[in-house]
């Protein structure tokens, strides 16, 4: 047993012990509250990756874009260069896939013994949700689409792309990077 020699020491004391009870005892309450928080929606359940057997790279209708896909199929990929031959012309890469709203995350480009990490974000386009992400036509990480290998696109849930070898895209690359060429005399 504590004995306490000073009155105002047994007042703090008491007060000290006293603390925990100004408090209720735990309860149920707040769970109950938080089941009753509707719930953010999951991601879009993953898709398969596609076939790719007979897939091309091809000139779009738009300048300065290719696409890729099976002929007469859905694009599976596209790659557009904007500002060619300026300092600060880019490369745009687009997954043609389903994209949750406000999602973002990393395309895996590898290839030419290589892997590129482009960061991609859920972007409209033709009215729909895509993936979509851009950097510098400078960037090193493009020379995953040189040399005459097979080359590949993931972006997590959105399968793998197995790009089958073409010049195509390499060759936008280098256009997109080449300095703009000085106007002849007139």
């Keep these: 047993m504590i004995r306490i020699r000073n009155a105002a020491a ?3 004391l008491a007060g000290v012990l006293a603390l925990p009870a100004c408090k209720p005892p ?8 938080a089941a009753n928080v509707i719930a953010p929606p999951a991601p879009s ?4 990756s596609p076939d790719t057997t007979g897939a091309v790279w091809t000139a779009s209708a738009t300048p300065r874009r290719i696409v890729y896909g099976i002929p007469g199929e859905p694009v599976l990929v596209s ?34 013994r290589r892997i590129a990490r482009i960061p991609v974000d ?3 386009v033709d009215g729909r949700l895509v993936w979509q992400g851009a950097l510098p036509a400078s960037a090193r990480d493009w020379d995953t689409l040189g040399g005459n290998l097979q080359a590949t ?6 399968g793998l792309v ?25």
């Design 10 to 12: 047994a007042a703090a």
């Design 26 to 33: 735990p309860t149920d309450d707040g769970s109950a509250r």
């Design 45 to 48: 359940e993953p898709i398969d």
């Design 79 to 112: 790659l557009r260069c904007a500002g060619a031959g300026s300092p600060g012309a880019k490369l745009t890469i687009t997954r043609q896939a389903p994209a949750d709203a406000g999602a973002g995350a990393l395309l895996a480009l590898i290839g030419n």
């Design 122 to 124: 859920a972007t409209r």
């Design 153 to 158: 696109v993931t972006v997590p849930g959105a």
């Design 162 to 186: 197995r790009l089958n070898p073409s010049p195509l895209p390499m060759q936008l690359v280098e256009d997109c990077r080449k300095p703009a060429q000085p106007a002849g005399p007139a």
